[in-house]
């Protein structure tokens, strides 16, 4: 069982300010507003809470002032050994795993550059359910 709440997520700006002679990618954007999270896959943090600095401004956001979504994965297995031949010690072994077996969403990575087209939505998520079934013969 892995349970996490969500990593923190550094708000960054794209495009816009070509010309303000600093560097977009080590510019953050201005927070004007307390950020609240709806936490949709369309919209995990509030946008409306950030804003381009000015011109040739830094941009006042803190470094990883967002946070992304949290975890609650499940791993489940299942194990059966079967005694063949006690004397010469072979068995039979099954197995099942599964991976997320209750099948819910995990979303994985946010969206985090101002400017771009998708600021704010959920790009990403872990794996849906998986299950995998094995056995061995020990002879």
């Not at 990883?64 to 010690?89: A, D, I, K, M, Q």
């Amino acid at each position: 069982m892995t349970i996490t709440s969500g990593l923190p997520i550094n708000p960054q700006l794209t495009g816009g300010q070509s010309n303000s002679g600093l560097n977009n990618a080590t510019n953050r954007p201005d927070q004007s507003a307390s950020v609240g999270y709806p936490q949709t896959a369309a919209q995990w943090f509030n946008t409306e809470a950030f804003a381009l600095p000015a011109t040739g401004a830094w941009g006042n956001a803190g470094h990883n002032s967002l946070r992304g979504p949290g975890r609650n994965n499940w791993n489940l297995s299942l194990f059966n050994r079967l005694v063949l031949n006690n004397t010469r010690g072979s068995r039979f072994e099954l197995r099942g795993e599964s991976f997320n077996p209750w099948n819910h969403t995990e979303f994985n990575q946010v969206s985090n550059a101002l400017g771009s087209k998708n600021f704010g939505p959920v790009t990403s998520a872990f794996d849906p359910r998986v299950f995998q079934f094995g056995a061995k013969l020990y002879f």
